[in-house]
């Protein structure tokens, strides 16, 4: 799998990225904003320590109410070779993080396997997340079979149409089924360890909006029943209206303490157990300085 012919999402826009761009707009060299400890994610992934969190460039999707936009939509950010980023893993574990946390990696997926196979040569021991949009290919992320030991997608959409109007993609629900059952298939429920840290497995991040209109209610059936109410979620309360959401309703208001509740009560009721729940957000908290 290369980037001569890109196929590598669900797009499969077909393109040779060395010289010209797919819908992700990434080139073929790796492009990052940001990297370093990050605290601001689910208690068993950020720790004491923090997460090691690199931010890369570009994205499969594009939300209308994209708290990273710049970095997603933009491309903010600068073009790094394979050796610099094995070398930046190993920084970051040097620094003392609990793990290696690689934001939106999907588009630069053959590239990263190539980093973190020689990162792993030269002393990486970190547990890996992938943490994604959860608008993925299945084939490509059984290229990282292995290599991944949490991963950490978003499942954003029941409603395919709520996804081709706020994200610009035209089947969610159905990639990111596929993908998430075949991240299940690689790693299986999430196992925390004696110290409350995740290990390897699977965590389901579900993202809250006003007025359900992603009808994560259709999201929560699904995973009961395909994954089991075992299924390890994080119950997302911190969108905060942003980017092109500002002039769209209901996404141009924060989210209610009550629309949240709802959703935690409708998980409760289908059985899920285990996971992350948060306080309602009204502004960026948690949104890193990107530059």
Not at 140 to 165: H, K, N, Q, S
Request: proline share 5%; aromatic share 8%.
């Amino acid at each position: 799998m290369n980037l001569s012919s890109c196929t590598l999402c669900p797009h499969r826009c077909g393109v040779d990225r060395s010289r010209t761009r797919g819908f992700c707009r990434a080139g073929d060299r790796l492009r990052i904003n940001l990297w370093q400890p990050h605290h601001g994610e689910e208690p068993a992934i950020s720790g004491t320590r923090g997460s090691g969190t690199i931010f890369f460039s570009h994205c499969a999707m594009r939300c209308l109410y994209c708290q990273n936009h710049r970095i997603s939509h933009l491309g903010w950010g600068r073009d790094y070779s394979i050796g610099q980023l094995a070398e930046i893993m190993l920084e970051l574990q040097d620094s003392g993080v609990h793990n290696l946390n690689l934001v939106t990696p999907g588009h630069f997926t053959p590239l990263i396997r190539q980093a973190l196979e020689l990162a792993r040569r030269t002393g990486l021991n970190l547990p890996v997340v992938w943490n994604s949009g959860g608008y993925e290919a299945a084939e490509t992320l059984r290229t990282m079979e292995g290599l991944v030991d949490i991963y950490l997608p978003d499942f954003r959409y029941g409603d395919a149409a709520a996804g081709r109007r706020y994200s610009g993609v035209a089947d969610y629900p159905a990639r990111a089924g596929e993908a998430i059952l075949e991240m299940f298939r690689q790693v299986g429920h999430l196992a925390i360890d004696d110290s409350g840290l995740a290990r390897r497995g699977l965590l389901v991040r579900l993202l809250v909006l006003p007025g359900n209109v992603n009808r994560l209610d259709l999201v929560l059936a699904w995973l009961a029943d395909h994954l089991g109410p075992e299924t390890w979620i994080s119950l997302m309360a911190q969108y905060y209206p942003t980017h092109r959401a500002v002039d769209l309703p209901p996404l141009d208001r924060p989210l209610t303490t009550t629309e949240y509740e709802t959703m935690a009560d409708l998980a409760e009721e289908l059985g899920f157990a285990n996971g992350f729940l948060q306080e309602v957000a009204t502004s960026p908290e948690w949104t890193p300085d990107f530059k």
